[in-house]
């Protein structure tokens, strides 16, 4: 005779037996039982999906071990109850029941070792508080570099307006070294007609020194009036906001004579190609503050070992935009660099008086006052060149797309 197995059904009755049948009890033990079973399933589901989506989620193998495992056994409990009604495997049914008992005793013992790293979890307010701490720390740091860009706008300002007091120092003293000569001159020519010695050669002398020194004054004073009508223009338009029409040739030949003393000092020469009659509709302190901080960045950064100091801008019309392709035969800018240039704070040199916000200037200045693109190129054979695309009228345009995302 072979011993008992779990799975003999032989010498058991129903569990209906016990409820006499009646169909009352019956069908509520029976119902209950399944839609437990059912419901059981649908947290087991719910629970592997949620491990499966939520990649980050600390100890997924216990989530599957409470969450799904446990679920999973009673809700085959509470089915195999539902099937002992009429089928008597009690043995499955224990079985069943074992699982259960072993998984939720594992579970309570690992909740207890688990349990601390839980409790050190943000809850959402703890979240929320941080949250709200690092968005302050972010507007100040927001706040802090407006500053910062207003006040590398000043320097830039200020350095321009002592390099044209500098540049207009030169003109200004000839002149006046002439006018001197001059005064010397007729002084001497009314000493000779007051005293009856004037001679036809003294006044021959005489008319040579005037006719030469008023045109030396004349051509000093022409160029330091240029210089003055180039430096008001661009101080003017960089200290206030001025939205016109402006020619971009003529603009651009301003701001480079504007630049000429810290050109100069570099032995640089600026090759400046513009098509013809290009109009821009806008505020033409943006065009001087790119074109500025980009000279002054090829000065200061390209040229250290450079004799023959060249730069080129090259503006011509595409399509209702204008291109500006800016180079110079520097040093150049390594490909690594060229992807951070327009960061802010980045600068190759740190504690030398660079203050990195120069192209991240022209970059919030292309991108956001003019709705354009600007782009970094790597030249093979050494110096650098950046790309500028922006539309001709700004009045209706979208902001450009950004090659990378601003400070914030």
């Known amino acids: 005779m072979s011993s008992p197995s779990y799975f003999d059904i032989a010498d058991f009755m129903p569990h209906g037996m016990c409820y006499l049948w009646r169909p009352d009890i019956l069908w509520t033990s029976v119902i209950s039982d399944v839609v437990t079973g059912l419901a059981y ?10 491990v499966r989506k939520r990649k980050d989620l600390p100890y997924p193998w216990f989530f599957l071990l409470s969450g799904s495992v446990i679920f999973l056994a009673c809700g085959m409990s509470h089915i195999i109850s539902a099937i002992v009604i009429w089928e008597p495997i009690y043995g499955v049914s224990a079985i069943a029941k074992a699982i259960t008992a072993v998984t939720s005793l594992a579970t309570g013992i690992v909740i207890w070792l688990v349990l601390p790293f839980f409790l050190k979890l943000p809850s959402p307010a703890m979240l929320e508080k941080k949250n709200q701490a690092l968005q302050d720390s972010l507007n100040k740091l927001n706040m802090a570099q407006v500053s910062l860009v207003e006040s590398e706008k000043m320097a830039s300002l200020g350095g321009l307006v002592a390099g044209v007091a500098h540049e207009i120092n030169t003109p ?39 006719k030469n020194s008023a045109a030396m004054i004349s051509t000093n004073l022409n160029r330091s009036a240029n210089l003055v009508k180039s430096f008001k223009l661009v101080a003017v338009d960089q200290a206030s906001e001025n939205l016109r029409q402006y020619d971009v040739e003529i603009y651009c030949q301003d701001i480079l ?4 003393p810290a050109l100069k000092s570099m032995h640089c020469q600026v090759e ?15 065009l001087t503050q790119i074109l500025t901080n980009l000279v002054m960045n090829s000065l200061t950064h390209a040229f250290k070992n450079t004799k023959d100091c060249q730069i080129g801008i090259k503006v011509s019309v595409t399509g209702h935009h ?6 110079d035969n520097g040093s150049g ?40 693109t600007i782009e970094c190129l790597c030249i093979p054979d050494g110096g650098a060149a950046f790309t500028l695309l922006f539309p001709l009228d700004i009045r209706g345009e979208t902001e450009g797309i950004k090659s990378i995302p601003p400070f914030n």
């Open 41 to 50: 399933f649908s947290i087991t589901a719910a629970v592997v999906i949620f």
């Open 172 to 210: 200004i003293g000839v002149a006046i070294t002439a006018v001197s000569h001059l005064i010397d001159s007729t002084n001497e020519l009314a000493d000779n007609f007051i005293n009856n010695k004037i001679t036809r050669s003294n006044f021959a002398h005489y008319t040579e020194d005037a």
């Open 257 to 260: 004579n504007s630049l000429q």
């Open 272 to 286: 400046l190609s513009c098509d013809d009659n290009i109009t821009l509709w806008g505020d033409p302190a943006v």
């Open 322 to 327: 204008l291109k500006l392709d800016y180079t």
């Open 333 to 372: 800018i390594s490909l690594e660099n060229s992807e951070k240039v327009f960061e802010p704070f980045f600068t190759t040199k740190r504690g030398k008086g660079s203050s990195g916000l120069g192209l991240h200037i022209v970059f919030n200045l292309v991108t956001q006052s003019l709705k354009g």
